[in-house]
């Protein structure tokens, strides 16, 4: 079955708004990466977490591993953030990653 | 700093053909991995190596998916006859070693099979 669940599948926002996107994870997961999928197609790294919580900019983004879920914040949308954001996360002692269904966000003026 | 490059980044293929994807995975980099990705099914993963050793190869896609890897710093993906179903982005990727660690992701090849 699925071991990533990802949510909302698509989110739309007014510039200057935020929210959050969500991973839950069916079993245990190592770390997690969140990508960011632009209009060319190319998967851009924003987050690798092996625990905790870091913040880059606008983008914030938590890894609990006992509680088997991530987030990844979004402040202050810009319309530049558009795109499709994946979460993917390992199982096990090497990098291969099972990837969420993404999110389709829209930024809009 | 050259990331992961791919080539093609379009291929348009007749059915029946034989494709080859190439890859080149950032130096110094230990493992290597080529995903699929298709609006219903998503990114799924395709082959995994580790230190130029084929680790996994992706169980649905073994009858007609070949990858290799002949030495540290190139791999191929060939598919072989190609049908109108794999008409699919054809993403490459790697790490620095095996362990938890990032995995960084190519631009990919977008395949179209007619």
């Known amino acids: 079955g699925d071991q990533v669940e990802q949510s909302p599948s698509a989110l739309s926002l007014h510039e200057g708004t935020g929210s959050a996107l969500r991973c839950n994870f069916t079993?245990?997961?190592?770390?997690v990466q969140w990508f960011q999928q632009n209009s060319r197609g190319s998967l851009i790294n924003l987050f690798y977490l092996a625990s905790g919580t870091k913040e880059n900019g606008r983008l914030k983004s938590t890894f609990n591993s006992k509680e088997s879920y991530s987030t990844l914040h979004i402040r202050d949308a810009q319309l530049e953030d558009s795109g499709t954001y994946f979460c993917?996360?390992?199982?096990?002692?090497?990098?291969?990653?099972?990837f969420g269904q993404g999110t389709v966000l829209s930024v809009i003026p | 700093d050259a990331g992961v490059t791919q080539t093609p980044r379009h291929e348009v293929a007749e059915k029946g053909q034989t494709i080859i994807l190439k890859c080149e995975p950032v130096?110094?980099?230990?493992?290597l991995f080529w995903y699929r990705q298709t609006k219903i099914q998503g990114l799924e993963l395709l082959s995994y190596f580790r230190s130029k050793s084929l680790m996994e190869d992706g169980g649905a896609f073994k009858d007609r998916f070949k990858a290799e890897m002949l030495n540290s710093s190139f791999s191929t993906l060939k598919i072989q006859p190609t049908e109108p179903k794999d008409s699919a982005v054809y993403l490459c990727?790697?790490?620095?070693?095996?362990?938890?660690?990032?995995?960084?992701f190519g631009k990919g090849t977008r395949l179209t099979v007619v």
């Open positions: 079993t245990t997961m190592r770390a």
């Open positions: 130096s110094g980099h230990n493992d």
């Open positions: 993917a996360a390992g199982t096990g002692g090497n990098n291969k990653l099972t």
């Open positions: 990727a790697s790490s620095p070693r095996t362990g938890n660690t990032e995995v960084f």
